[in-house]
């Protein structure tokens, strides 16, 4: 399937629905069990339930946002030398990490014009793709 902007976003069910809905659940569950367990002889391992679905929430969201910040840090050394290459000169400082993440669809004829126009107009990353004429397609991205 050809890449482009209306399918480049990677989303996984079992891990952007699924997995996410069963962790509320079980947090929310763990709420109301912890609630009702005070006075009870149950509060200590109903502490230690919610701890842990409060653990797993963070684990959730971590495993996710670490390897994206590593890949973004790639794709800007990957599109500032691509910059260098095509200008002679490395990426304006003026731009924003999820502007040269969106930059990185288009093709190099035009590149540079889009980075100007990027930063000129302080263009979102949305604005950015849809932007892009000629997609250059990432199968790699997360």
Not at 49 to 68: A, E, N, S, T
Not at 113 to 139: F, G, R, S
């Amino acid at each position: 399937m050809e890449q482009n902007f209306k399918n480049h976003t990677r989303f996984i069910t079992s891990y952007h629905r699924i997995l996410a809905l069963f962790l509320i659940s079980g947090l929310i569950g763990a709420s109301v069990n912890l609630v009702e367990s005070f006075g009870t002889d149950n509060l200590y391992a109903a502490s230690l339930l919610m701890l842990l679905f409060v653990c797993c929430i963070m684990l959730f969201w971590f495993v996710r946002v670490f390897p994206l910040k590593a890949q973004d840090r790639a794709i800007r050394a990957e599109e500032n030398f691509r910059h260098f290459i095509l200008s002679g000169k490395p990426l304006p400082s003026g731009l924003r990490i999820s502007q040269i993440v969106a930059l990185r669809f288009a093709s190099d004829e035009e590149f540079l014009e889009l980075v100007q126009k990027a930063l000129a107009e302080n263009m979102t990353n949305k604005a950015i793709k849809l932007t892009i004429k000629n997609w250059k397609p990432d199968y790699h991205r997360v």
